[in-house]
């Protein structure tokens, strides 16, 4: 297993005991990983998320992992879940960078044949992400949905969800490489920068970046539109102008 350590790189190969399972977890041996950005950043110092959605700090020698794919070794003891041999994906939230990992049964799910393994393995995380965010915006039949760090794993899968649910989708990203990616999975049109300038006329604005990139939301969304801040990659401080709120009337921010 890839365990921390608090020398750079901040993740060495170790030999581990196999993880005994819960009643309520299942043995999953692992085929693939998606390795995302807060995994990478929390790396020094390494932060493991609990299904409240709070944080806890963890000692080094900790098995990183938010999100797996995989095959059932051990179906969980207390009769829950998809029984051994069951390809599957899981969120264990920590532990799936392992050749075994243990995995809540609620937390696993049935991976269709015609699904990778490494396609699998995205779906958990990004996936969930970006079709949750979406969710929030309603019914996009017809709606303009912008999305901004769009060439990410979330972004990758809002851009092709919105699309097949009917939305006109603008995904935003730096370079022409990426946008034009964007444009080959249906993105309607593609921007360098969601800029503060411009009409009020997207109904969703999936924003990963922070900073300037969230306070041009606030000044872009529509009329009673929402805005969902999935991310916050920049770090950077954020600012709005002055008297920006008396003209968001029922605009939604979550």
Request: charged residues 15%.
């Amino acid at each position: 297993a890839w365990t921390t350590t608090p020398e750079p790189s901040y993740i060495k190969m170790a030999e581990v005991d196999t993880p005994t399972p819960r009643p309520d977890e299942a043995l999953v041996e692992v085929s693939a990983v998606s390795v995302n950005r807060g995994e990478l950043v929390s790396l020094p110092h390494f932060w493991d998320v609990r299904m409240d959605g709070s944080t806890m700090s963890m000692p080094m020698g900790s098995i990183p992992g938010y999100e797996l794919s995989g095959t059932v070794v051990a179906s969980a003891a207390d009769g829950t879940g998809p029984g051994v041999g069951t390809r599957v994906a899981g969120f264990p939230a920590r532990g799936s960078w392992a050749e075994c990992a243990p995995v809540p049964t609620a937390l696993l799910g049935r991976l269709d044949h015609a699904v990778t393994d490494e396609q699998g393995a995205t779906l958990p995380v990004a996936g969930q992400t970006a079709y949750r965010a979406l969710r929030r915006g309603g019914l996009l039949l017809g709606q303009r949905v912008v999305i901004t760090g769009a060439a990410g794993g979330v972004g990758v899968y809002a851009i092709q969800l919105a699309k097949l649910a009917g939305a006109h989708v603008t995904g935003v990203a730096r370079s022409a490489q990426r946008r034009q990616a964007l444009l080959d999975l249906g993105a309607d049109e593609t921007l360098p920068e969601l800029s503060p300038e411009g009409p009020r006329e997207f109904d969703l604005i999936m924003e990963a970046v922070g900073g300037a990139s969230l306070g041009a939301a606030f000044a872009r969304v529509a009329e009673r539109g929402t805005i969902v801040q999935y991310g916050e990659a920049s770090l950077a401080d954020v600012s709005f102008p002055a008297g920006l709120y008396a003209t968001m009337p029922g605009v939604t921010y979550g």
